[in-house]
Nanobody, 121 residues
């Protein structure tokens, strides 16, 4: 059964850190681009971090660059997200996503169920 399961969300104070994890089952996660999205109520889901399949190249949205990191040494079939210097704008539901980018899995995509992160004092 194909599944993505996020964990690690919760309440954190402004300026604090949090590490999210996303565990894949039923497929080889590293064969896919692995992406992190976040969504706040009333807004579209926003892609903010990406690690490409095979090469492991990472890209980040400007708003999180330098504070959020996808570690390269992820456990097998897992991707993590290290979030530092969190601010209230980081409050959102965080989703991981797998996207196939080459044949024969091009366009195939899987989503996790999301994990809530709340940044508040």
């Amino acid at each position: 059964q194909v599944q993505l399961v996020e964990s690690g969300g919760g309440l954190v104070q402004p300026g604090g850190s949090l590490r999210l994890s996303c565990a894949a089952s039923g497929f080889t996660f590293n064969n896919y681009a692995r992406r992190w999205y976040r969504q706040v109520p009333g807004k579209e889901r926003e892609l903010f971090a990406h690690i490409s399949s095979f090469s492991g190249t990472t890209n980040y949205a400007e708003g999180v660059k330098g504070r959020y990191t996808i570690p390269r040494d992820n456990a097998k079939n897992t991707v993590s997200l290290q979030m530092n210097s969190l601010s209230a704008e980081g409050t959102a539901v965080y989703y991981c996503n797998a996207l196939g980018t080459s044949y024969p899995i091009s366009g195939r995509t899987y989503w996790g169920q999301g994990t809530q992160v709340t940044v508040s004092s």
